[in-house]
Nanobody, 120 residues
Framework: QVQLVESGGGLVQSGGSLRLSCVAS????????MGWYRQAPGKQSDLVAN???????NYADSVKGRITIDRDNAKNTVYLQMNSLKPEDTAVYYC??????????????WGQGTQVTVSS
């Protein structure tokens, strides 16, 4: 089994910064792509950013230049550094990790979500 534990959410004023972390633990062979999604009230979940195992990154247009994704493979951790936050960034942020299980098969896992609220 694989567990994802997120941290770092909270309340911040517009223009402020937050850093989210997501740690994967359990029994697995390796971790592939790691990413963050967010879901605002009444809206669908959207990709914020993801990063492949070699380190190639992909960002939603709405966050480019403000948000940076990074990973520490030794710690099985993915980070989301969010700067110049806007009220429209308010959402529940979910970590998503593609894990190669002991069977050799890949499976996606989701974190429990962490609330980010940006006040104007």
């Amino acid at each position: 089994q694989v567990q994802l534990v997120e941290s770092g959410g909270g309340l911040v004023q517009s223009g402020g910064s937050l850093r989210l972390s997501c740690v994967a633990s359990g029994s697995f062979l390796s971790i592939g792509t790691m990413g963050w999604y967010r879901q605002a009230p009444g809206k669908q979940s959207d990709l914020v950013a993801n990063i492949t195992n070699p380190g190639r990154t992909n960002y939603a247009d709405s966050v480019k230049g403000r948000i940076t994704i990074d990973r520490d493979n030794a710690k099985n951790t993915v980070y989301l550094q969010m700067n110049s936050l806007k009220p429209e960034d308010t959402a529940v942020y979910y970590c998503n990790v593609n894990v190669r299980r002991l069977s050799g098969r890949y499976q996606n896992y989701w974190g429990q979500g962490t609330q980010v609220t940006v006040s104007s």
